[in-house]
Nanobody, 122 residues
Framework: QVQLVESGGGLVQAGGSLRLSCAASGRTFSSYSMGWFRQGPGKERELVAVISYGGTTYYADSLKGRFTISRDNAKNTVYLQMNSLKPEDTAVYYC????????????????WGQGTQVTVSS
């Protein structure tokens, strides 16, 4: 088990950028695959991007080119750089972790942070 704490959310104008961080506790972070998911008002939680313990990445098709996921195992942290933000990116962004291989479905992740709100104004 790992504990996850997200930060970096906030209010930004359309076209702006934000970088989210997810800090993980524990000494086995490097063995976890990590994912960013988001949940907008009245919507189900959806994939944003995932990164394996080896650094392989996978993105939601609609977000490729604007969002970048990365990790720093020395800091037990995973990041989500979000550029060219749009009002439809408004959501609570959650960080998830699972041991071993990554996956695109949120149901595969059994460790979650509390979420961080991202609001993009038009």
């Amino acid at each position: 088990q790992v504990q996850l704490v997200e930060s970096g959310g906030g209010l930004v104008q359309a076209g702006g950028s934000l970088r989210l961080s997810c800090a993980a506790s524990g000494r086995t972070f490097s063995s976890y695959s990590m994912g960013w998911f988001r949940q907008g008002p009245g919507k189900e939680r959806e994939l944003v991007a995932v990164i394996s313990y080896g650094g392989t990445t996978y993105y939601a098709d609609s977000l490729k080119g604007r969002f970048t996921i990365s990790r720093d195992n020395a800091k037990n942290t995973v990041y989500l750089q979000m550029n060219s933000l749009k009002p439809e990116d408004t959501a609570v962004y959650y960080c998830g972790a699972r041991r071993g291989l990554f996956g695109a479905s949120s149901s595969l992740y059994d460790n979650w942070g509390q979420g961080t709100q991202v609001t993009v104004s038009s």
